[in-house]
């Protein structure tokens, strides 16, 4: 039968103060699992600083080694184990393993609503206690009232499929009265129903704003573009290989590219839409800031990549997955100013964790406030996005309509979206 769910995660610490984290995960394989992994990694803010993947299209095994983003936050280890658990397939017997799985119910969605007096950094703080409680947000609607009130709307989903309870609402609530002492007004959380569904879409981007955001290629002679992430020096920097000579049945990718957080998770992302299975893999520590990947790779069939028009498609695909993952752009709504951030969605419909909490940092940190903020998504390019729209408040310390200030705030937008 193989090792039960509670055996399959091991997480160990760093023998010295300092030293990494050890995740190790042995469990049945099944495509796309390297990148649950690497999301899951992701949303608990956490690094990875090197890693090994093998299998044998039965059975994998990964080592990760892994450390905080940031010295100050706090990782809950034991509730990280127990969300890697999760996604890990049964241990059943291997004549059960090409039988489709029943799918997961889907954890339900929770209206938290709350009114407060406005204050700079106040929608980062928020963000942060649910970040700290594992409570996922799936759309959020801020409003700013003229007498300087908010009205807060936050989607959101319990990672411990426990905001049934009174007691996790309570505790939810109580956390908010802490962070927003006096000025919080009321807060309310109930289960959302289906009224909320007409949420889920975003307002219309002008024509221009969505060329920019989502544009696929970037040539030479093309100036550089606001939205995305490298300049053309960066763009020739980035190797993106396949080689099909030194293994009979797989095919190799060689990647080296500049490092940015959630690097393995935008590779694994990519194969995962793509229905690619890794089948052994090596990802090197960080060397001069700039990361090397060798992957033994199969189409989900088991056969290998040797079609040259498919090898290039993958190619180019991963090249603009590693060099512009997330799309940062300022652009004018009306008289306002508003603050664009795009990413890619899976083709499961799962976003990228902790956009709006990064965001929301580098905004506090530049003393921004944040007049209305919206979730959604939008189709473009033959695939769905999710957009990130702030409205910004024009009575702070910037100029806002100055071009040298917009690119100060898309350039720290970017850099804590990026781990820079």
Same mark, same amino acid.
């Given at each position: 039968?193989?090792?039960?769910?509670?055996?399959?995660?091991?997480? $160990?610490?760093? +023998?010295?103060?300092g $030293?990494p984290?050890?995740?190790?995960?042995?469990?049945?394989?099944?495509?796309?699992?390297?990148?649950?992994?690497?999301?899951?990694?992701?949303e608990?803010?956490?690094?990875?600083?090197?890693?090994?993947?093998?299998?044998?299209?039965?059975?994998?095994?990964v080592?990760l080694?892994?450390?905080? @983003?940031?010295?100050?936050?706090?990782?809950r280890?034991m509730?990280?184990?127990?969300?890697?658990?999760?996604i890990?397939?049964?241990?059943?017997?291997?004549?059960?393993?090409?039988?489709?799985?029943?799918?997961?119910?889907?954890?339900p969605?929770?209206?938290?609503?709350?009114c407060?007096?406005?204050?700079?950094?106040?929608?980062?703080d928020?963000?942060?206690?649910?970040?700290?409680?594992?409570?996922t947000?799936?759309?959020?609607k801020?409003?700013t009232?003229?007498?300087?009130?908010?009205l807060?709307?936050f989607?959101?989903k319990d990672?411990?499929?426990?905001?049934?309870t009174?007691a996790r609402?309570?505790?939810?609530?109580?956390?908010?009265?802490t962070?927003?002492g006096?000025?919080?007004i009321?807060?309310?959380l109930?289960?959302?129903?289906?009224?909320?569904e007409?949420?889920?879409g975003?307002s219309?981007l002008?024509?221009?704003a969505?060329?920019?955001?989502?544009?696929?290629?970037?040539?030479e002679? /093309?100036?550089?573009s606001q939205?995305l992430s490298?300049?053309i020096t960066e763009?020739?920097?980035?190797?993106? +290989?396949t080689?099909n000579?030194?293994s009979?049945?797989h095919?190799?990718?060689q990647?080296n590219?500049?490092?940015h957080?959630?690097?393995?998770y935008? !590779?694994?992302?990519?194969?995962?839409?793509?229905n !690619?299975?890794?089948?052994?893999?090596?990802f090197?520590?960080?060397?001069?800031?700039?990361?090397?990947l060798?992957?033994?790779?199969?189409?989900k069939?088991?056969?290998?990549?040797?079609?040259? $028009?498919k090898?290039?498609?993958?190619?180019?695909r991963?090249k603009?997955?590693?060099? @512009?993952p997330l799309r940062?752009?300022?652009?004018?709504?009306?008289?306002?100013t508003?603050l664009l951030?795009?990413?890619?969605? /899976?083709?499961?419909g799962?976003g990228?964790?902790r956009v709006?909490y990064?965001?929301?940092?580098?905004l506090?940190?530049?003393?921004?406030?944040?007049?209305?903020?919206?979730?959604?998504?939008?189709s473009?390019a033959?695939?769905?996005? $999710?957009?990130y729209?702030?409205?910004l408040?024009?009575?702070?310390?910037?100029q806002?309509?100055?071009?040298?200030?917009?690119?100060?705030?898309?350039?720290k937008?970017?850099r804590?979206l990026m781990?820079?």
């Amino acid at each position: 039968m193989g090792v039960t769910n509670d055996d399959a995660v091991l997480i $160990e610490k760093g +023998k010295k103060a300092g $030293e990494p984290y050890v995740i190790t995960v042995n469990c049945p394989d099944k495509t796309g699992l390297g990148c649950d992994i690497c999301h899951t990694i992701l949303e608990f803010g956490l690094y990875i600083t090197r890693g090994d993947v093998s299998t044998d299209g039965i059975w994998c095994y990964v080592v990760l080694w892994v450390i905080p @983003h940031s010295s100050s936050h706090v990782v809950r280890w034991m509730n990280l184990k127990e969300r890697l658990q999760s996604i890990c397939p049964p241990s059943i017997p291997s004549f059960y393993l090409n039988q489709p799985s029943q799918r997961a119910s889907s954890s339900p969605v929770y209206l938290l609503k709350f009114c407060s007096l406005d204050r700079k950094g106040l929608l980062h703080d928020v963000t942060e206690v649910l970040d700290e409680l594992e409570l996922t947000i799936q759309r959020v609607k801020v409003t700013t009232t003229p007498d300087g009130y908010v009205l807060d709307l936050f989607f959101i989903k319990d990672n411990l499929e426990l905001l049934h309870t009174k007691a996790r609402q309570d505790e939810t609530c109580e956390r908010l009265y802490t962070v927003l002492g006096e000025s919080c007004i009321s807060c309310e959380l109930q289960l959302a129903g289906p009224h909320c569904e007409n949420l889920q879409g975003t307002s219309s981007l002008s024509s221009v704003a969505a060329e920019e955001l989502f544009r696929f290629t970037l040539s030479e002679k /093309e100036p550089r573009s606001q939205a995305l992430s490298q300049d053309i020096t960066e763009l020739k920097r980035a190797s993106v +290989k396949t080689d099909n000579s030194l293994s009979p049945a797989h095919t190799l990718l060689q990647i080296n590219c500049v490092d940015h957080k959630g690097f393995l998770y935008d !590779i694994m992302r990519t194969l995962k839409d793509w229905n !690619i299975k890794i089948a052994y893999g090596r990802f090197s520590p960080v060397n001069k800031g700039r990361r090397e990947l060798d992957l033994f790779i199969q189409h989900k069939g088991g056969e290998k990549i040797v079609d040259p $028009e498919k090898q290039d498609a993958l190619c180019s695909r991963l090249k603009l997955e590693l060099l @512009h993952p997330l799309r940062v752009l300022i652009t004018n709504r009306g008289p306002d100013t508003e603050l664009l951030v795009a990413n890619p969605v /899976e083709v499961s419909g799962r976003g990228r964790p902790r956009v709006f909490y990064d965001v929301t940092f580098a905004l506090k940190s530049l003393g921004i406030c944040i007049f209305l903020a919206e979730i959604g998504r939008h189709s473009a390019a033959d695939r769905e996005w $999710e957009i990130y729209r702030f409205l910004l408040d024009e009575n702070c310390n910037f100029q806002l309509s100055s071009k040298v200030v917009r690119n100060q705030i898309v350039d720290k937008v970017r850099r804590a979206l990026m781990g820079w």
